[in-house]
């Protein structure tokens, strides 16, 4: 980028600012605006006749079957609502294996025979539709000339408006299955896993003999991180525009270590944004509550409310959706990649997670007897779980991108473990022992016969650092992605711990009365003893953390390749059959597809790496070195002396650095053709690492591509 090119390309991002959108943000408040484009319960209930809504709300609420007879009279009126408010089209939104949403659109409209149209939309429109979708990866479930797909509506998250200066579109969420029945999205999984959490829930109720709980739900709440940065920046990068991420960048002077960007006051360009987005999000019905500058110059993060969990994936999923969009209309450009600027914090989507009934939540202490009880087992039931199925958890945060972001001092490590924090560790410490601990005096602890100690949420310092932390009513996984869909990790950790529940439930229901409470303080002080190793409070960045995790035996699985192969191992694949979450065929499907993508990725990432370096750097670099050389040629040919050491020296460097650079990308070229993504990854980086120091030395204004100093700062 020339120098006059960066200065207009900066006059423009300052024109941006200077033109923040108001005119889309309305006075209307959040109270007004919640809901309003959402088809949710009040609409259901004014559109559809009575008898039909009860039988829907049975669904919504309760998870019984969709009673069949109503789906006529549910497609009125939705029709009826959608198009009141403007809509011309509908479509079933979905999740395939990109881990990305998509929509076909078909409009209600149908030729009335008499020249005209009319508008319909029947119950087969509603409940199932044949998007086909061939090109969507599926890992060999399906052939290219068997490609049917078919969309299933989903009744428990209800459907709402999309909306764009074009107009108005009925969104149907819905599941995406081949047509002999195997998932191909991220939804249907996610749905069967629910209903084996919650099967386990119930049966949890039964045995300990807990009434009126109300109905099993398993909640999320999901903090999303995100990067912005102008868009004249973002198109001069052609790494971020194919990849989301820059293939090279050295980091600027300052950029994090000051923490003068973490919480400071939001600018006015940037506060505009983010009232659009919760304005849009609160129309679709999406509780967002946080929002706030994040610890990295140009990151930022946005947290909903807890919800239940498969409402709280689609919401995110649309929440990202508006992010995008509503940084285009701002002029930003919105990146979800979990790292795009090395050498400063990536994004990642905490993952807060819980379980129990409507009514009660299992992972908050209770405060009687049989909450108490109920508490300490469903902390050791997921104790059990990940300690058992710590890999799967791996795997579940497997990918390219994520890959440049675990273990970097901003996200935790690829090793998993638990943080309980330092008084429920005693309490559970306590329980394996038969001792009593500190937090309670005089005797130890006897589950239905006291009360749990108090244990206020929130009651030890919170431990950035771990990759599973519990924190005070729920757990917070903090590894998972940025871009990655919230399916994935919670279809894995609902199954492992249904699992888990499933144990414990079938030993407590094979003992007599009268000896269950001692039976059940037995079995929990029995899977304390055997999976206390997952348990980890210390600081998890620190070398002497890897090296203890393997003298616990605790699965390392650095690389992507290393962590995808847990999905098909065979304890794996009998369990997520013996659960219904997954057959065989759909986990080698799984495998296929996201291996195939971290090889693409990887590919794309090293072409395009090697082409911007032989045909932006290369030359740019070169013409510094001659500038240098036609520097020095006037000195000697002057006679001028000083500097003349200097000038040579810095034509040595320039030239042993373009030298390297040549042999790197001489390497890499060889590299690709291998389709070893790892040896692509070495070359690459091996390749970054020079051109990232000839960025330091080349005059600015030949230096072709805009700066981490401009891209994080100027805006």
């Not at 669904?59 to 789906?71: G, H, Q, Y």
């Not at 029947?122 to 060999?140: H, I, R, W, Y």
């Not at 059940?520 to 055997?530: E, G, M, P, T, Y």
Request: hydrophobic share 40%; glycine share 6%.
């Amino acid at each position: 980028m020339s120098d006059k090119a960066r200065r207009q390309a900066i006059q423009n991002v300052t024109a941006s600012a200077a033109a923040c959108v108001t005119d889309r943000i309305v006075s209307e408040s959040a109270q007004e605006l919640f809901g309003e484009d959402v088809f949710n319960l009040p609409s259901m209930k004014e559109f559809l006749p009575p008898q039909a809504y009860e039988k829907l709300l049975e669904t919504v609420r309760d998870r019984a079957p969709l009673d069949p007879d109503i789906a006529g009279d549910v497609a009125g009126a939705m029709k009826a609502w959608a198009l009141g408010k403007g809509a011309s089209h509908y479509t079933h939104w979905f999740q395939p294996l990109t881990g990305g949403t998509a929509e076909k659109h078909d409009a209600f409209l149908e030729p009335d025979h008499t020249g005209g149209v009319t508008m319909k939309f029947s119950a087969k429109n509603l409940v199932v539709g044949e998007s086909d979708a061939s090109s969507f990866p599926s890992g060999g479930l399906r052939s290219t000339f068997e490609a049917r797909g078919y969309t299933a509506w989903d009744p428990t998250s209800p459907a709402f408006l999309r909306r764009s200066p074009a107009g108005a579109t009925l969104c149907i969420p819905t599941a995406f299955c081949s047509y002999t029945g195997e998932a191909l999205d991220k939804k249907t999984p996610l749905l069967r896993s629910i209903r084996a959490l919650s099967d386990q829930i119930r049966r949890m109720l039964d045995i300990f003999g807990v009434k009126d709980a109300g109905s099993p739900e398993i909640t999320l709440g999901v903090e999303q991180e995100y990067f912005l940065i102008d868009r004249n920046f973002y198109l001069a990068r052609p790494d971020l525009i194919q990849t989301g991420r820059t293939l090279f960048g050295a980091p600027p002077p300052k950029h994090q270590q000051l923490d003068d960007h973490y919480y400071g006051t939001i600018k006015a360009r940037i506060l505009a944004f983010m009232t659009e987005v919760d304005q849009t999000l609160w129309r679709l019905g999406i509780p967002a509550k946080t929002r706030h500058n994040e610890v990295a110059p140009a990151q930022f993060e946005i947290a909903a409310v807890f919800e239940e969990l498969n409402l709280a994936s689609d919401h995110n999923m649309l929440t990202m959706d508006v992010l995008r969009q509503t940084a285009d209309r701002h002029g930003f450009v919105c990146l979800m990649h979990e790292k795009p600027f090395d050498g400063v914090n990536g994004s990642g989507k905490h993952n807060n997670w819980s379980f129990g009934t409507t009514k009660m939540n299992f992972l908050s202490p209770g405060r009687s007897p049989e909450g108490g009880a109920l508490f300490l087992t469903a902390i050791c039931a997921v104790i059990q779980a990940v300690d058992r199925h710590g890999e799967l958890l791996r795997m579940a945060t497997a990918s390219s991108g994520n890959s440049y972001r675990l273990g970097a001092n901003e996200a935790p490590p690829s090793v998993i473990s638990i943080y309980l924090g330092d008084e429920l560790t005693r309490l559970i410490d306590e329980l394996e022992s038969g001792t009593p601990g500190e937090v309670r005096k005089g005797k130890a602890m006897q589950l239905f016969v006291d009360t749990l100690p108090p244990l206020p949420q929130d009651a030890t310092d919170r431990n950035r650092t771990s990759p599973f932390a519990y924190t005070g009513n729920k757990f917070e996984f903090r590894a998972p992605g940025s871009s990655q869909s919230c399916a994935g990790p919670n279809v894995i950790l609902n199954t492992i711990v249904a699992e888990s529940l499933d144990d414990i439930l079938s030993a407590l229901e094979k003992v007599p009365k009268e000896e269950f409470k001692a039976t059940l303080q037995s079995l929990l002080r029995r899977i304390v003893k055997a999976h206390k190793r997952i348990i980890f409070n210390g600081d998890n960045y620190c070398k002497e953390w890897v090296a203890e995790a393997e003298r616990r035996g605790l699965p390392i699985l650095r690389t992507v390749p290393e962590a995808l192969a847990a999905l098909i191992t065979e304890k794996n694949i009998s369990m997520f059959e013996r659960y219904g979450v997954f057959t065989r065929a759909e986990l080698l499907s799984r495998h296929e597809v996201y291996f195939e993508e971290y090889c693409a990725r990887t590919r794309i990432e090293g072409e395009l790496s090697l082409t911007m370096a032989r045909t932006l750097i290369h030359p740019a670099a070169s013409e510094h070195l001659q500038r240098v050389a036609r520097s020095l040629k006037l000195l000697l040919e002057t006679g001028i002396q000083a500097g003349r050491e200097e000038q040579q020296a810095e034509a040595e460097r320039i030239g042993r650095l373009i030298a390297e650079m040549t042999a790197c990308e001489t390497r890499l070229e060889k590299a690709l053709p291998t389709y070893e993504p790892e040896e692509i990854r070495d070359a690459q980086a091996a390749l970054r690492q020079v051109v990232d120091r000839l960025e330091k030395l080349v005059d600015d204004e030949l230096w072709p591509l805009p700066k981490y100093r401009e891209m994080l700062f100027i805006y």
